[in-house]
């Protein structure tokens, strides 16, 4: 039993995608494809929290203002300007990390609350920016006739796999390089790790840069899956959910955080039945499972079967 628990832990990342890989076979309605889809599209945005959160210790609650400007940098490229949505792919994520660049400048000084303020303010700027720019942004009315990349279903569906997969493993990959380890010691201890050499304004900001491309990313792919844009879906609510799925994942732990992600998604669908009193139900179990979160971890499953631990599993990545 214990190399099936260690098989597990070094693959479950890959385990979870080739799971997922399934679904397009066992012909799920189309409305849950969708839900599934759109929990792969947060699960990027979740991960970029990963970076920013987990593992250099900068908590951002402007998210959805990212999220925002890489969905309508796509919308907008695309719909009014008919450039072709994969360039448009491309230029979102970049507008979105040279903003996320600019909001990273306040962090060199600012820090705890403070910072949380300056990201907040910058989420609402955004969207009041968007909501008050009608004649490129639609205003209050909306940008429709979004195109995705992949007018496929099965198609779009494979390529949000295959990208999170990427995003993930790059993820892992940067926590265990000399700018992760950099990005550690800046949340541990800022004085020390410049006493060691440490550059932490531009460490700060690079983290600031990675996460916010990937907001943008994602805003990107949120604009081709939905096909249609209004500033209420970039609401100070939504940077508060993004915050919740990395904190439910675990912080620093990318596959707790692409799990995560596709649960709170799919979490209100799945209450819907119970009509007004869902979000009730959805809010409770969210809390039960934070405050039991570390009963279903695979070292607590591995004490029921009494197997002795040997190793952490299921940690930082």
């Known amino acids: 039993m214990g190399k099936v628990f260690d098989f597990v832990k070094k693959n479950i990342l890959l385990i979870m995608t080739l799971l997922l890989a399934l679904v397009p076979v066992l012909g799920v309605p189309s409305y849950q494809f969708y839900i599934i889809e759109r929990g792969l599209q947060n699960a990027i945005i979740v991960l970029s929290l990963v970076i ?13 203002g990212l999220l925002a400007v890489g969905a309508y940098t796509f ?9 072709n949505p994969w360039i448009a792919l491309i230029i979102a994520p970049l507008v979105a990390g040279g903003l996320g660049a600019l909001l990273g400048i306040p962090s060199f000084k600012l820090s705890g609350p403070f910072l949380v303020v300056t990201t907040i303010a910058f989420g609402e700027i955004v969207r009041i920016l968007i909501l008050n720019w009608e004649k490129i942004t639609g205003g209050p009315y909306g940008l429709s006739r979004v195109r995705p990349v992949i007018t ?15 995003v993930a493993v790059a993820t892992i990959r ?8 950099a990005f550690k010691a800046i949340k541990e201890d800022e004085v020390a790790a410049e006493v060691m050499g440490v550059n932490v304004r531009r460490y700060k900001l690079l983290a600031f840069t990675i996460s916010s491309f990937l907001a943008g990313l994602s805003g990107a792919l949120f ?3 939905t096909g249609y844009l209004n500033p209420d879906s970039f609401t100070f609510a939504e940077s508060a959910t993004y915050l919740l799925m990395v904190v439910l994942g675990g912080m620093a732990n990318v596959t707790g955080a692409v799990a ?4 709170v998604t799919a979490l209100p669908e799945i209450l819907r039945f119970m009509a007004r009193s869902r979000m009730v139900i959805y809010s409770l179990v969210l809390l039960l499972v934070i405050r039991y979160s570390k009963s279903f971890s695979l070292s607590a499953l591995r004490k029921v079967l009494g197997k002795p631990k040997s190793s952490t599993l299921g940690g930082g990545e």
């Open 223 to 225: 604009a081709g899956l």
């Open 174 to 181: 940067l926590s265990k390089s000399r700018i992760g380890l």
């Open 152 to 166: 496929s279903a099965r198609g779009m569906y494979y390529f949000l796999l295959v990208l999170v997969f990427l």
């Open 75 to 83: 919308g907008i490229l695309s719909v009014t300007y008919g450039i």
């Open 260 to 263: 995560s992600a596709l649960g």
């Open 52 to 64: 920013l959160l987990g593992y250099t210790g900068l908590l951002s609650l402007g998210h959805a």
